[in-house]
């Protein structure tokens, strides 16, 4: 069975500070891997995915993450953060062929002191 | 805006009762895939629906039963409701096919009493 294992469950940083939030996977096949937002009082929303390709993606806010095949990695990152990227954080995992039945970890929530 | 939209936005029930969750879909897409988010936990699948048939089930009970209409609109339906139903649940569209991203819903926020 797929799970993903998200290692930080709440992280506090200040302004300006970089970021980087662990996921791990453990799946049985080729998969998609995602990083979604939860906002407070808003839906979930797309960060990034990696469909296949260069390991390392770009997504919005100035968000990227790297995949790392050999560790069953998908490290999210961001060089400085802001006030605004206060949030949840969420990483998941789908099939690559077929469709996407995410996996998802527990999250963490990021705060961000101004 | 992801243009899935649910209703309810809030919605308490007794223990026992039954309950109606509705989505309707992002415009184009054809696959709506329900989940169901704890308080403090990720969201964890309940089933997907592709073209009006059931296409997946993740380890909910049977009473977790969903439909999908012909214009792909979906409803997922609770039966005798358990305090720990109390959860976040979350639609999902998306185009359907290989490496399509999905679209969430705000969600209906279910309180159990």
């Known amino acids: 069975a797929q799970s993903v294992s998200q290692h930080n469950h709440h992280v506090i940083l200040s302004e300006a500070a970089s970021l980087e939030l662990g996921c791990n996977y453990s799946?049985?096949?080729?998969?998609?891997l995602f990083w979604y937002v939860q906002y407070p009082g808003q839906h979930l929303q797309l960060l990034l995915k990696y469909f296949s390709g260069d390991p390392l993606v770009k997504g919005i806010k100035g968000f990227e993450a790297e995949f790392i095949k050999s560790k069953f990695s998908f490290n999210l990152r961001k060089p400085s953060v802001q006030w605004s990227d206060t949030a949840e954080y969420f990483c998941a995992v789908g099939p690559a062929f077929g469709n996407e039945k995410l996996t998802f970890g527990t999250g963490t929530r990021l705060t961000i002191i101004p | 805006e992801t243009g899935v939209t649910q209703s309810p936005t809030h919605l308490i029930k007794t223990r026992g009762q039954q309950v109606t969750l509705r989505c309707s879909s992002q415009s184009g897409h054809n696959t709506v895939s329900w989940y169901q988010q704890a308080l403090g936990q990720g969201p964890q699948f309940i089933f997907q629906?592709?073209?009006?048939?059931?296409?997946g089930r993740g380890n909910f009970p049977p009473r977790f039963s969903g439909l999908q209409f012909p214009n792909y609109s979906s409803e997922l339906n609770v039966n005798a409701l358990e305090l720990d139903d109390s959860a976040l649940y979350l639609c999902?569209?998306?185009?359907?096919?290989?490496?399509?991203?999905?679209?969430f819903g705000q969600g209906t926020r279910l309180t159990v009493v």
């Open positions: 629906y592709y073209r009006e048939e059931e296409n």
């Open positions: 799946y049985g096949g080729t998969v998609n």
């Open positions: 999902a569209s998306s185009p359907g096919g290989m490496n399509t991203e999905a679209f």
